[in-house]
C-alpha cells in the first residue's frame, strides 16, 4: 500500500498536466511535485514510530496514517490546478506556499532523524 499511494498523487498530477497544456503554470506543477515528493519523504522517515500530530492519530505510524497524510496532499494539489486556472495570478501564490511547506517538512524531517 506504502508503495502505491505515492503512486496514485503523481498520476493525479499528471492527469492534471494533460487536460489543456499552457493553461497551468509550469513552476506551479514543478511545487506541487515538490510538495509530493517531500510528503512522501517524510512518510519513508515515519515508518514505525509513534505519530505525535493529533490530525493523523496517535499511536505507532501505519497506514491510516499514510492515507489521511497523502489523502489530504492530494486534496491540495487537485485544489489548487482549477483554481490557479481560474485566477491564474494566484499560481505564483500557490507555488511559493508549496515550497515554503515543502522547505518546511524537509528541514522538520531532516531535524528529527538527526537527533534520533
Known amino acids: 500500500?506504502?508503495?502505491?499511494?505515492?503512486?496514485?498523487?503523481?498520476?493525479?498530477?499528471?492527469?492534471?498536466?494533460?487536460d489543456e497544456p499552457g493553461r497551468v503554470s509550469k513552476l506551479l506543477l514543478?511545487?506541487?511535485?515538490?510538495?509530493?515528493a517531500t510528503d512522501i519523504g517524510d512518510l519513508l522517515s515515519s515508518r514505525g514510530l509513534n505519530e505525535t500530530n493529533p490530525i493523523l492519530g496517535?499511536?505507532?505510524?501505519?497506514?491510516?496514517?499514510?492515507?489521511?497524510?497523502?489523502?489530504?496532499?492530494?486534496?491540495?494539489?487537485?485544489?489548487?490546478?482549477?483554481i490557479a486556472r481560474r485566477w491564474?495570478?494566484?499560481?505564483k501564490v500557490f507555488a511559493i506556499t508549496n515550497i515554503g511547506a515543502g522547505a518546511a517538512t524537509h528541514g522538520y524531517e531532516m531535524?528529527?532523524?538527526?537527533?534520533?
Open 30 to 36: 514543478a511545487s506541487d511535485a515538490v510538495l509530493v
Open 88 to 91: 491564474p495570478r494566484l499560481a
Open 1 to 18: 500500500m506504502l508503495k502505491t499511494l505515492p503512486l496514485l498523487l503523481f498520476s493525479a498530477i499528471a492527469c492534471h498536466a494533460q
Open 58 to 82: 496517535r499511536g505507532q505510524f501505519g497506514s491510516l496514517q499514510v492515507t489521511i497524510n497523502l489523502g489530504l496532499t492530494a486534496a491540495i494539489v487537485l485544489i489548487e490546478i482549477p
Open 111 to 116: 531535524y528529527h532523524n538527526v537527533r534520533q
